[in-house]
């Protein structure tokens, strides 16, 4: 058996659905296909502005959500470097005291 590799990016099924397009239309009349290509389902563009819409909304709220988490996370962080500073304050005035004592006495 042999083994073939295919080229990377390479797809056969596409390669067979071009072949098949081929060979329909080398079996139809000439004219019949040139109509065929010019006709557009234009029913099918009636829902486009719909899904534009749709999209939009999609990615407004995608890119709230993530505003608002970088919000919640900036506070989050905000409040544990307060908490830090009040407790690194506390400290120092603790130590500042038992230094004052010592001098009194």
């Not at 010019?38 to 009636?46: G, Q």
């Not at 709230?64 to 506390?90: H, M, N, P, T, W």
Request: proline share 4%; glycine share 2%; aromatic share 10%.
């Amino acid at each position: 058996m042999l083994n073939f590799y295919w080229p990377v990016g390479f797809k056969p099924r596409l390669l067979w659905i071009k072949l098949a397009l081929i060979e329909v239309q080398a079996f139809t009349p000439h004219k019949k296909s040139e109509t065929a290509t010019k006709m557009i389902n234009w029913k099918a563009l009636d829902n486009v502005p719909l899904l534009f819409y749709i999209l939009a909304l999609k990615t407004l709220l995608l890119c709230l959500g993530f505003a608002g988490v970088k919000i919640y996370q900036s506070r989050k962080e905000d409040e544990a470097l307060k908490k830090q500073q009040a407790e690194r304050r506390r400290l120092a005035q603790q130590s500042q005291e038992l230094l004052d004592n010592l001098k009194e006495d």
